[in-house]
C-alpha cells in the first residue's frame, strides 16, 4: 500500500508471525520495522518499564508517532489512563490500524483495536507542528508523553533536538513523564539525545540498553518535566 507518505507492507512470516515494513512510495524495497513477536517486548520498553520506575499517575496522555496503535494498546491498559491523545502524521496508517481496510487486518488485531478505544483522540498532524504551533490550554497538559518515531536519520532528526523536546516539555505537567526510543546500535547519537533532554530542561533523565533481536540494541530513555 503506497500512502501520502510512505509505501506500507505487512507480510506473514514463516513462524506465524506478522512484520511491517516501510519504504519510499512507489518503490518496491521497504525497512522492516519490528514482527508480532518482538514488538512485545520494545513496546514494553518504551511504555510500561519507565511506568513502573516512575509510579506517576499517568490519566492524560500523548502519544506522538506510533501510528500502528501497538504503544496505544500498551498505554490504554495502564491504570488510570483516561484520555490519549495520537498525534500520526499519516492518515492510511490510522486507517489500517482502525481495521478500515477487510483485507488487511494484522494491526487492528494486533493493536487490539486501540483506535477504536472512546478515550483516543486522534489528530493527523505532524508531530512538530502539533508541539510547536498547536494552542496550549492549562487543562490538556500531559501527565504523559510518548514519542514513538523512527530512528533519527536526515528525514527525523528535527524530532530529537532541544527545540523540539522544549516544545514538548511545555505540554507537559510539572514532573509529568517523558518516554523515547533511541535509535538502534548507534550509541554515539544516542548519547545526543540524553544531552539535548537535559539541555531542553528535563531532570532524572535515565537510559537503558536492551537487546532487542531481530531488531538489534534499543535505547529507551525516560526523563521527568
Known amino acids: 500500500m503506497n500512502s501520502q507518505w510512505q509505501r506500507i507492507v505487512l507480510w506473514d512470516e514463516e513462524d506465524n508471525t506478522v512484520s ?7 518503490k518496491e524495497d521497504v525497512y522492516w520495522q519490528f514482527n508480532s513477536k518482538c514488538e512485545l517486548f520494545y513496546h514494553w520498553c518504551l511504555v510500561d518499564a519507565p511506568l513502573e520506575r516512575q509510579k506517576i499517575a499517568a490519566r492524560n496522555v500523548l502519544l506522538a508517532g506510533g501510528g500502528d496503535g501497538l504503544a496505544a494498546r500498551n498505554l490504554l491498559r495502564t ?23 477487510p483485507e488487511e487486518q494484522a494491526l487492528y488485531y494486533l493493536s487490539q483495536a486501540s483506535f477504536l478505544d472512546p478515550r483516543v483522540d486522534i ?18 497538559k500531559y501527565d504523559m508523553v510518548v514519542l514513538d518515531f523512527p530512528d533519527p536519520d536526515d528525514n527525523t532528526i528535527n524530532l530529537y533536538t532541544p527545540s523540539f523536546y522544549k516544545a514538548v516539555r511545555k505540554r507537559m505537567r510539572p514532573n509529568a513523564l517523558l518516554s523515547l526510543q533511541g535509535d538502534m546500535d548507534t550509541q554515539s547519537r544516542t548519547v545526543d539525545i540524553g544531552r539535548n533532554l537535559e539541555a531542553a530542561g ?5 537510559m537503558e540498553s536492551r537487546d532487542m533481536e531481530p531488531m ?8 521527568l518535566a
Open 123 to 140: 489528530v493527523v498532524n505532524d508531530a512538530e507542528k502539533f508541539m510547536k504551533l498547536g494552542e496550549l490550554h492549562r487543562d490538556s
Open 20 to 26: 511491517l515494513g516501510l519504504g519510499e512510495v512507489q
Open 202 to 206: 528535563f531532570k532524572g533523565t535515565h
Open 216 to 223: 538489534g540494541r534499543g535505547f529507551f530513555f525516560s526523563a
Open 79 to 101: 491504570p488510570g489512563v483516561q484520555k490519549l491523545t495520537v498525534v500520526e502524521l499519516d492518515p492510511e496508517m490510522v486507517r489500517l490500524t482502525r481495521g478500515e481496510y
